[in-house]
């Protein structure tokens, strides 16, 4: 019976480690070979791909999923049927899905597919592909599969589609069968109902036909401008005719987890040599409302992308391509597709949010479904800081915008946990304010904890440790851990997964003789350390630094000019702190946290006036 015992007590602790997903780091590889044919008169194309799939994962596959994203775009989808459902519907799609004609819709149809060429059974369910393996793919083993398929790009509505808002005649986004991530948490065959994306790291080796007089822009490297022309060739080199009327593009994006091109006959394509021999591309209208708007984005891009380089790390790939196109701005590989007709700071700004896409997202490549404040809240901080700098906007606090969203929601009743998966929010505005404005807050407030220079710390040190993979939540926080020396779990907790509150008051300030008596209060349920600063009626000014006790840690005075008092531990479980001033000066005015970077719901308590 002993031995018995001692067998099942080892067994429950396998179980237990295998439970708590005490693995090592792995992601999955894919490589793509993609061939396309389009036809620009009916907007179809037809579509050839070899897929080489991977398994770094511990785990048997005896199945896989693709993406067939252009079916959202059908009457009677889920993204057709949310969209006419929820409270405040996206005004670019509204009901449109729905009154689209058969030559209007989007639509992925394969024709085949085999797994090392024996044909496979498989399902279109919406906008994913069921796919049942005739062998299993184990750990450490690869697998290719085939497909041929028919497409027809739908008519703009969101992202992808033909004929934009702007004229743009393709925006090529999500337009081939993509095969699902798996990860430590299994597949992640989401429909696609309106939200991001997640996709499996790998190389694109990409040729697409089209009539001779379209120009593209987009992922990878070109592997014969000399064919094509089209600004693309270098001085001395020929073009080639076409044959029959259409020009072949061979492109090669190495190390990407997309790959999005835009076409349209009437483009201006430029070059702009960026920071480290990156050459930076822009396509846009020959439209003369915009040409110098366009033209003077370009130096600004080469300051953005040097930003970026300096303050997140180094962009790795040797092109980056501005494209007019799409429906708003959005990110991509090496690439972003942006609406064009804008004033100047406004082409620069959707420029600079979707270029640090690059970092955030793209090379730090989180699941933008389960995690897309990180996604978007980086983004919209990083930038932020960017163009306070590249458009000289001397801004003291320039996340101000994404403090006030974040307040308002918190306020309204309507908020929703960081942690809802991005399809499951009740509203369009409690995504995009919890996304963009909360995640922004995120990282911006993170500054106030642990202190600026550990924050800038922190992102570059994130960026080294987890470019080219998948980063969670939990990854970046113990980051922030490792460089701060602080215990950061509560932050984590608390604003991401609940829809705690922060909000201290100033209860009471008591002169008695020489001996100022302060009472703090605790009033929401969300713990922070506190600065108090303090004006005394001489004049003179002192801050008091109350750290969180949970916390296991203090930072640097942020304002060496100002003398500060580092005050005992507050412990989150008492409701009121209270201390003395002992220096025999009389108060005249105390604020809680001046510089604005703590998310209080209700400044108002904060201040006290004798």
Same mark, same amino acid.
């Given at each position: ?134 062998? =299993? ?35 090529? #986004? ?23 994306? @997640? ?35 270098? =001085?001395?080199?020929? #073009? ?28 201006? @394509? ?103 404040w990180m996604d978007e809240g980086f983004t ?40 809802? @998966? ?39 040190r994130y960026f080294k440790e987890f470019a080219?993979?998948?980063?969670? =939540? ?40 020489? #001996? ?12 922070? =350390? ?81």
């Amino acid at each position: 019976m002993k031995l018995f015992f001692s067998g099942l007590i080892t067994l429950v602790l396998v179980a237990s480690s295998t439970a708590q997903n005490n693995t090592s780091y792995w992601q999955q590889k894919v490589d793509y070979k993609m061939e396309i044919d389009m036809d620009v008169n009916t907007y179809q194309y037809k579509g050839r791909q070899e897929l080489t799939y991977t398994n770094n994962s511990p785990d048997t596959l005896n199945r896989v999923f693709y993406h067939l994203y252009f079916n959202a775009f059908q009457p009677g989808s889920e993204m057709d049927v949310r969209s006419r459902s929820i409270s405040d519907p996206d005004g670019r799609v509204g009901d449109r899905i729905s009154k689209l004609l058969p030559s209007e819709i989007g639509y992925i149809k394969p024709n085949s597919l085999s797994q090392d060429g024996v044909a496979l059974s498989y399902e279109v369910v919406g906008t994913i592909l069921e796919v049942a393996l005739n062998q =299993p793919i184990y750990p450490g083993k690869n697998t290719t599969f085939k497909m041929n398929w028919d497409a027809q790009v739908p008519v703009q509505i969101r992202r992808s589609g033909r004929n934009n808002a702007e004229g743009i005649a393709l925006s090529m #986004t999500q337009w081939y069968p993509k095969l699902a991530e798996y990860d430590f948490q299994g597949w992640h065959a989401d429909p696609y109902i309106g939200r991001e994306f @997640h996709s499996v790291w790998g190389d694109f080796d990409v040729k697409i036909t089209i009539d001779e007089d379209y120009t593209i822009g987009g992922s990878g490297y070109l592997q014969n401008p000399s064919d094509i022309g089209h600004g693309y060739s270098l =001085p001395g080199q020929k #073009t080639k005719k076409p044959k029959k009327g259409k020009y072949t593009w061979h492109f090669n994006a190495p190390d990407v987890h997309d790959f999005t091109w835009a076409a349209d006959k009437d483009y201006i @394509h430029d070059t702009y040599a960026g920071p480290n021999g990156v050459a930076l591309h822009f396509f846009y209208k020959n439209n003369p409302n915009i040409v110098e708007n366009w033209r003077n984005l370009q130096p600004k891009t080469a300051e953005l992308l040097e930003y970026f380089n300096k303050n997140i790390g180094e962009y790795p790939y040797k092109q980056y391509s501005v494209i007019q196109g799409g429906d708003g701005g959005m990110e991509y590989a090496m690439c972003t597709l942006i609406t064009g007709n804008r004033k100047f700071e406004s082409l620069v700004g959707v420029t600079a949010h979707e270029m640090a896409h690059t970092w955030f997202q793209f090379l730090l490549a989180t699941n933008e479904a389960k995690h897309e404040w990180m996604d978007e809240g980086f983004t919209s901080y990083i930038s932020g800081e960017a163009m306070n700098v590249v458009m000289n906007q001397e801004n003291p606090n320039p996340h101000a915008g994404s403090y006030r969203g974040y307040t308002f929601l918190a306020k309204s009743g309507n908020e929703q946990p960081q942690s809802t @998966h991005a399809d499951r929010y009740a509203s369009n505005r409690a995504y995009g304010v919890t996304a963009y404005s909360k995640g922004a807050v995120f990282m911006a407030q993170l500054g106030y904890v642990v202190g600026e220079e550990n924050l800038k710390k922190t992102i570059k040190r994130y960026f080294k440790e987890f470019a080219f993979k998948h980063p969670t =939540p939990n990854d970046f926080i113990r980051v922030a851990e490792k460089v701060s020396g602080f215990e950061l779990d509560w932050y984590l907790t608390d604003w991401t997964q609940t829809t705690n509150t922060i909000d201290y008051a100033i209860k009471s300030v008591v002169s008695e003789g020489n #001996t100022t008596l302060v009472t703090l209060s605790r009033l929401g349920l969300m713990p922070m =350390p506190i600065d108090l600063f303090v004006t005394y009626e001489d004049g003179s000014q002192e801050s008091y630094y109350i750290p969180l006790q949970m916390m296991r840690g203090e930072k640097s005075n942020q304002f060496p000019n100002l003398t500060r008092v580092v005050l005992t531990d507050w412990a989150w479980a008492y409701p009121e702190y209270i201390f003395e001033i002992n220096n025999g000066r009389k108060v005249k005015n105390m604020m809680i946290d001046a510089s604005q970077r703590m998310a209080d719901i209700n400044p108002d308590n904060n201040i006290y006036e004798k």
